[in-house]
Each structure stands twice: as structure tokens, then as C-alpha cells.
């Protein structure tokens, strides 16, 4: 009888912890330990970040919500500067970020006049993507320019400006690595594309970068109200007046 507890006692701490460790893993798999659902951005979306589902390849595009495989959040830090963090749904995993890439352009014109197609520049995937290639790193985007040759008004497919890949994560936002990218100045439309699973995903926006000073990420300075003593006044105080005696001198009689 003895044996047999014990044998069973065994059996449920092993189940217990076997469920444990996929819990965990469960949470932490896309990096963060915040659980949420399997609808992009309808939750736990990190303060100050934007944002739009990550959609499979073949269907992806502006404004498509239809068969998301995880969610994208961006933040513009300052005029030039955009953080990008990617989480996918519950038990998905992410590609490895230097397999991951990122499209600009300074208009919607490698989308809506390229070839739609399964690798085609509108997709943002491999070289032939856009007309300059750089990895991750700051400094490395060249300035937004609107390159005429890759329009399809002179016969061409559309490319986007720039394609930026290997990237190298900048930090963390509530546990989900971000990456960061400068000298976005001029650039409007973005494409991400990173495979979660065993899905190729991707999702577009289409924004122009704050002009203002750079956007605060700490809470504002509060100034304690000013306090002013009350004012207190001495009370008056006279001095008794004094009269000096009155001295009169005697008389005198001239001798008759």
C-alpha cells in the first residue's frame, strides 16, 4: 500500500510539473510572459505602441485582418527613430530575428504597382525586394527619395526604397525583444515580414513619422502646487509717549 502511494505520489508531481513547464513555455514562447488571446491587437499592446496584425503571405496587404498569425507594435521614438516588436499568438514561435526583414518606401507605389506574386517586390521578400539592401544596424538607411526609375510610369515593377534585414534586437517592451531603426525621416509606408511556425506573414502600415520634438517615454514631471505661509504681523507696538518737565526759569527784579 505503501508502494503504491508513494508510486502515485510520484506520478502527480511528474504530471504537475510536465504541466508547469507548458505553462511556461506556453507564456514565454513569443517572448513575452504576458498571456493574451488569438486576435491581434486586442490585447495587452504595450503603452505608446501602435498596433496591425501580422497576416498570412498569400493574403497579406494594407488593411487586410483576415487569417493573422500574430501582431506587430510600433512606436515612433522621435521624427527619425521607429521601434518595431513582434509577438506571435499562444504556442507560436518566432523565426529568428535575422531572418526577419523590413521594406520602406516613401509612397504606396512598390505595392500597388508591382506584380502580385509569392516572392514579388509588394511582399518584401529577398533582394530583388527593394533597390537597396542594408542589415540592421544605426546609420544604415539611407534618406527617403522618390526614386522615379522603379515606377511602373517607366516600365518598371515597383521596388521599395530600401529592404533592412538581419535584425539585431535594441531592448525589450513588457519581454518582447523591439528592434530599432533611425533615419525613418520620409519614409510612409513599412512592411515587416517574419515567418511564425510554419507560416510566412506579414504586415503593412502606412504612417507619417511624428515632426515634433522626440515623443517622451517617461512619465511628465509633476510640480508640487506652491505653498505660501500665511502672512503674520507683528502687533504694533507704541512706545508711551514722554513729556519732558516743564522748567521755568525764576524771576528777577532789578534793584530799585
Not at 517607366?154 to 531592448?171: A, H, I, K
Request: charged share 10%.
Amino acid at each position: 500500500m505503501n508502494q503504491i502511494s508513494h508510486g502515485f505520489r510520484v506520478q502527480l508531481l511528474a504530471i504537475g510539473g510536465l504541466a508547469g513547464a507548458m505553462l511556461v513555455a506556453l507564456l514565454t514562447v513569443n517572448g513575452s510572459g504576458a498571456s493574451h488571446d488569438t486576435v491581434a491587437c486586442n490585447d495587452n499592446v504595450p503603452a505608446g505602441y501602435s498596433c496591425i496584425p501580422l497576416i498570412n503571405k498569400p493574403q497579406a496587404g494594407p488593411g487586410v485582418t483576415t487569417n493573422q498569425e500574430g501582431e506587430l507594435f510600433y512606436q515612433y521614438v522621435d521624427a527619425s527613430t521607429l521601434r518595431i516588436a513582434i509577438r506571435g499568438f499562444p504556442g507560436d514561435t518566432i523565426q529568428d530575428a535575422v531572418q526577419h526583414q523590413l521594406c520602406l518606401d516613401d509612397d504606396n507605389e512598390p505595392y500597388s504597382e508591382g506584380t502580385i506574386g509569392a516572392n514579388t517586390p509588394p511582399h518584401c521578400t529577398g533582394g530583388g525586394a527593394a533597390d537597396t539592401n542594408v542589415t540592421d544596424g544605426t546609420g544604415n538607411i539611407p534618406p527617403a527619395a522618390n526614386q522615379e526609375e522603379n515606377d511602373l510610369a517607366t516600365g518598371l515593377d515597383g521596388q521599395y526604397e530600401v529592404r533592412v534585414s538581419g535584425m539585431v534586437s535594441d531592448g525589450t517592451v513588457d519581454g518582447t525583444p523591439y528592434y530599432e531603426f533611425s533615419n525613418i525621416a520620409g519614409y510612409t509606408f513599412f512592411v515587416y515580414h517574419v515567418n511564425i511556425s510554419d507560416s510566412s506573414t506579414m504586415g503593412f502600415w502606412q504612417a507619417t513619422p511624428p515632426t515634433s520634438t522626440p515623443i517622451s517615454t517617461t512619465a511628465p514631471a509633476t510640480t508640487a502646487p506652491a505653498t505660501t505661509a500665511p502672512a503674520t504681523t507683528a502687533p504694533a507696538t507704541t512706545a508711551p509717549a514722554t513729556t519732558a518737565p516743564a522748567t521755568t526759569a525764576p524771576a528777577t527784579t532789578a534793584p530799585a
